[in-house]
T-cell receptor
Framework: DAKTTQPNSMESNEEEPVHLPCNHS???????IHWYRQLPSQGPEYVIH???SNVNNRMASLAIAEDRKSSTLILHRATLRDAAVYYC????????????FGQGTRLTINP | GAVVSQHPSWVICKSGTSVKIECRSL??????MFWYRQFPKQSLMLMAT?????????EQGVEKDKFLINHASLTLSTLTVTSAHPEDSSFYIC?????????????FGQGTRLTVV
């Protein structure tokens, strides 16, 4: 199974952009890159996902390297509510498309 | 957006008893649901894949006789922790994806905190 590597923690200031990196050097050609985040004592929440092209939605942007071996989740203007653990996950296309979580990055936002 | 609901949100039970946790997809049908367990300060660990109308698929190291999964309808999966012990105390989370889409987002329940005393 292709795995992802993320920094354990990151810190940023409110209203500043945040770039959360993820390495996935063993990604296969059919793996999608998903990002989820988890606030304390809650289930994970979908953020964004993509395959090859960069993606934007109301929550964030996803920049995918040309060789797809890494990606970056971009929060354009962080708020205190963005403080969470962010997980970069490669979807395993094995019929059920299960998501296997790594350790994630704990993002702290300073006021 | 689509909602997955878990019940109960928290439960305290005595050691040796069984506890059932429900996971419902409220506005879509899900032929497959997933069950995770999360210990404090740790990531989610996938326990099993719940398949509607057939047996669940368990991850390596997860005891299928201890964690009984039933997926009797397209909107409901249940996880029963049998003969619970204090080491089973954890945060249990389910997820589901709409069955008619491929590589879309997964929707997670709010989680169930189980405390075994």
């Amino acid at each position: 199974d292709a795995k992802t590597t993320q920094p354990n923690s990151m810190e940023s200031n409110e209203e500043e952009p945040v770039h959360l990196p993820c390495n996935h050097s063993t990604i296969s050609g059919t793996d999608y890159i998903h990002w989820y985040r988890q606030l304390p004592s809650q289930g994970p929440e979908y953020v964004i996902h993509g395959l090859t092209s960069n993606v934007n939605n109301r929550m964030a942007s996803l920049a995918i390297a040309e060789d797809r071996k890494s990606s970056t989740l971009i929060l354009h203007r962080a708020t205190l509510r963005d403080a969470a653990v962010y997980y970069c996950i490669l979807s395993l296309i094995q019929g059920a498309q299960k998501l296997v979580f790594g350790q994630g990055t704990r993002l702290t936002i300073n006021p | 957006g689509a909602v997955v609901s878990q019940h109960p949100s928290w439960v305290i039970c005595k050691s040796g008893t069984s506890v059932k946790i429900e996971c419902r997809s409220l506005d879509f049908q899900a032929t497959t649901m997933f069950w995770y367990r999360q210990f404090p300060k740790q990531s989610l660990m996938l326990m099993a894949t719940s398949n509607e109308g057939s047996k669940a698929t368990y991850e390596q190291g997860v005891e299928k006789d201890k964690f009984l999964i039933n997926h009797a309808s397209l909107t409901l999966s249940t996880l029963t922790v049998t003969s619970a012990h204090p080491e089973d105390s954890s945060f249990y989370i389910c997820s589901a994806m709409p069955g008619d889409r491929v590589n879309t987002e997964a929707f997670f329940g709010q989680g169930t905190r189980l405390t075994v005393v």
